[in-house]
């Protein structure tokens, strides 16, 4: 039997672009102690994930909302809006209509009320309640057309 040549994989892997050096010196690690060198790899890649996490972002122009469970709540709602055609979509500009992840998302948040009943304070359950009780009519208006 022969294998034919269907596809090739390519790791793309912040880690699989080591340069050879530090490929070869890793197997020689590798070789000489198997557990020591996997170790000192995975510390080295997490270590470099978290520099990265802690930068990134810290050049934006403007300071994101703290994140609570309000903001947590309306920002779920206006993705539902987005998806509804109320809203143009931030990152494209356009005004698009998807009504099975509309529902998906305000099933979300009907989870979410239910999940944490009792645990809200007074105004978070209001918010969750009337943010819930906006997007269905909306939803169920738009579906009706």
């Known amino acids: 039997m022969t294998e034919d040549k269907g596809f090739e994989v390519h790791d793309r892997r912040a880690f699989a672009s080591q340069e050879p050096e530090k490929e070869?010196?890793?197997?020689?690690d590798a070789d000489a102690a198997p557990g020591q060198a996997e170790e000192k790899q995975s510390a080295s890649q997490e270590s470099q994930a978290k520099?990265?996490?802690?930068?990134?972002?810290?050049?934006?122009?403007?300071?994101?909302p703290q994140v609570n469970f309000p903001t947590f709540i309306i920002s779920l709602s206006s993705s539902v809006l987005v998806y509804l055609g109320e809203m143009e979509d931030p990152a494209t500009g356009e005004t698009v209509v998807n009504l099975p992840v509309a529902k998906q998302t305000i099933d979300i948040l009907g989870m979410l009320e239910e999940k944490t009943k009792g645990n809200l304070s007074e105004d978070e359950s209001r918010l969750l309640q009337n943010i819930l009780y906006d997007l269905r009519m909306r939803y169920v208006a738009l579906a009706k057309k």
Request: without cysteine; glycine residues 10%.
């Open 51 to 64: 520099k990265e996490y802690n930068t990134a972002g810290t050049g934006a122009s403007q300071a994101l």
């Open 24 to 28: 070869e010196a890793v197997q020689k």
